[in-house]
C-alpha cells in the first residue's frame, strides 16, 4: 500500500498533524514520520524539535547544471 504525503505550510497545520494524523498513522500501522526540512530553515526546525522530532540524515547533494 502506498501513502501519499502531508505538506506542513504553518504552525496551525502542525497543530492538525500532532492532533490527527500521528493517531491515524499508529492506527494504519505506520512505523515513523518523515519530515523535510531545509538546512537553514531554523523556524522550522525548531518548531519540528518542539513538537519531539528528531534529526535522522542529513542528505548532500548537486546539481548537474
Given at each position: 500500500m502506498r501513502y501519499g504525503h502531508v505538506g506542513l505550510?504553518?504552525?496551525r497545520t502542525m497543530d492538525t498533524y500532532t492532533e490527527r494524523l500521528i493517531p491515524f498513522c499508529r492506527w494504519i500501522?505506520?512505523?515513523?514520520v518523515l519530515v523535510v526540512c531545509g538546512h537553514q530553515d531554523t523556524a522550522k526546525r525548531t518548531m519540528l524539535r518542539d513538537y519531539g522530532l528528531?534529526?535522522?540524515?542529513e542528505w548532500y547533494v548537486k546539481g548537474l547544471k
Open positions: 505550510g504553518s504552525a500501522g505506520a512505523a515513523q528528531e534529526i535522522a540524515s
